[in-house]
């Protein structure tokens, strides 16, 4: 089941999530910075069992599955790592639609439908 943040919670949330985004937007910028060399690493250690270069980037892909986890057990969704888009489940009018933010936002500000995405965003006018 899902949990339903009320804008005031989801807002106290951000107090706990958001240097946890900045972490994994400063891991996936790193990540696609060093794409292709990763990419011909993970090739060659997939058909010789191994590769140092590969062993050094283990601690940020461990970090960034601890940090998705524990954003993904409050109920957050992480949708985007390169702007720090994360959804907050909601009940509006009945239905479940998301609160949006996006990192660098101060507060929670805009919701959207489930099917809408990013781009159907709309001020919250509901309080």
């Given at each position: 089941?899902?949990?339903?943040?009320?804008?005031?919670?989801?807002?106290?949330?951000l107090?706990?999530?958001?240097?946890?985004?900045?972490?994994?937007?400063?891991?996936?910028?790193?990540?696609?910075?060093?794409?292709?060399?990763?990419?011909?690493?993970?090739?060659?250690?997939?058909?010789?069992?191994?590769?140092p270069?590969?062993?050094?980037?283990?601690?940020?892909?461990d970090?960034?599955?601890?940090?998705?986890?524990?954003?993904?057990?409050?109920?957050?969704?992480?949708?985007?790592?390169?702007?720090?888009?994360?959804?907050?489940?909601?009940?509006?009018?009945?239905?479940?639609?998301?609160?949006?933010?996006?990192?660098?936002?101060?507060?929670?500000?805009?919701?959207?439908?489930?099917?809408?995405?990013?781009?159907?965003?709309?001020?919250?006018?509901?309080?």
């Open positions: 089941m899902a949990k339903y943040y009320s804008p005031e919670e989801a807002n106290e949330a107090v706990v999530v958001r240097p946890m985004m900045a972490e994994l937007m400063r891991i996936g910028e790193k990540t696609r910075a060093h794409q292709p060399e990763i990419w011909s690493v993970v090739q060659k250690a997939a058909g010789n069992g191994g590769n270069e590969l062993s050094k980037l283990l601690p940020d892909f970090r960034l599955d601890i940090l998705m986890h524990r954003i993904q057990d409050m109920g957050i969704e992480v949708k985007d790592l390169t702007i720090g888009l994360m959804d907050f489940f909601t009940l509006y009018d009945g239905r479940e639609v998301y609160l949006c933010w996006k990192y660098g936002e101060a507060s929670i500000q805009f919701w959207h439908e489930i099917e809408a995405g990013f781009q159907g965003r709309r001020l919250i006018d509901w309080e």
